[in-house]
């Protein structure tokens, strides 16, 4: 786990030796270890969004719309933490919130480095295509309402044990699903990167001189 | 009932079916559908899955009701009593000539329980009930709780068939490598819980393939005077064309 990604999450900018001593600490306290599962599907293009083929899944919006315009297959992803992950976390904040603070920034950190993992593993699985960055159901104009559609052509609860509660959220809470394209030409970025964000305007680390980690 | 329960182990050993949602998609069902509708829509496709599990030696053949509950049914406009009874009834003709017993095949409801999610424990027996009553009235044999892996959820699904019908009752859970479920219960406390709730035979199903159960089922057998149940995966599905990565060899 990369733990100058998880005092991102935290907010600290510019992070005291004491902080990054207690997030390593707490870092390395957790047992978990991500969990995670995806399958490949075809695209084809329909009017109400980009299908994958097979699932029922359809992606409305611009945002897939582009990310997936050069790419004739496309991977869903889920990844997790697991239940006990936030029965730690609820005992933690109950004891000491500023520790559960950090537990819980490193719980991010700990799930987005198992998609991390799952980008690894579609791209020495398909060593000749290119890969997109991945983007998840609630980012940009990728609606929510996709979730348990998502969830179901991965079979994610009984695979993974994550469940989509019915305000669409996940259970358990540090969990992620994702869209990756594969495509046969190199992609371009069109999320990552500070000329893509929309933060880019006021953003602490730009005012800085640095960038937070995704600009690189 | 309690005379033919006992009656199911007589011969010690009590051969069950094999997967129904890897044949159905062998057959070509797509992932994410609601395969609980074919009983209505395509009978002709699950009848051939029951015939096919009889005549390989299944005693028991798990009627298509998995996820026939009212929460998973919700948005398709059926109710679980409609799907169960057309599920239970084509199981039934299917094996009819054979002496095959039909279960009740009870997944979880697809939402975590309380204090994990916002699922109250009264609600997910209600949901339970609904489908052991369903189950009562279309005749299956017996009822089987599979793929569980909150004891909560086991719980509620073993009181409510146990408490609204004379049906037997086996239950089988999910469990990882590490001997645990997704949400943490161990083969021991599964075993002394369920056991306790009066449930007929308990057991493992599903996430691990036979090579890496064998070492829970000891634990299990150590925990229980029940009969039990192994029920394994063929290993995992392909990520790339969902093939799973054990052929019957593997189970023998």
Redesign the interface.
Known sequence: MDIGEALRYLGAANPSEELRRQAAEIAGSIRETPRY????FGVSRMPEGVSLE????VLAGRMAETMLSECSQA?LMACTL???F??RLRAMQARDMSSAVILDACGSALVESGCDAVEAELAG?FPERFLTDRFSPGYGDLPLDVQP?VC??L?A??R??L?V??SLLL??MKSVTAVIGLSDRPQAARIRGCAYCRLREDCPYRKGGTCCGEGM | MERECKEFFKDKLLILDGAMGTELQKRGL????VPELLNLTDPELLKGVYRDYAAAGSQVVYANTFGANGLKLARTGYSPSEVIEAAVSVAREAVSETGTLVALDVG?L???LEP???LPFEKAYGYFREMAEAGAAAGADLAVVE?M?DLQEARAALLAVKESTDLPVFVTM?FDETGR????CTVASMARTLEGLGADAVGLN?SLGPDKLAPLLKELCENTRLPVIAKPNAGLPD??D?HYDMGPAAFV
């Open positions: 599962t995806y399958r490949v097979g699932c029922g899944v991977a697991g239940a006990e936030d029965r699985r559609e179901a052509a079979d609860s009984r993974l044990g469940y509660t019915g259970n358990p | 797509k992932p994410g559908g979880p697809g939402e975590l994990m999610g916002s793929t892996t999910s479920t997704f949400t943490g599903c990520p790339v969902g």
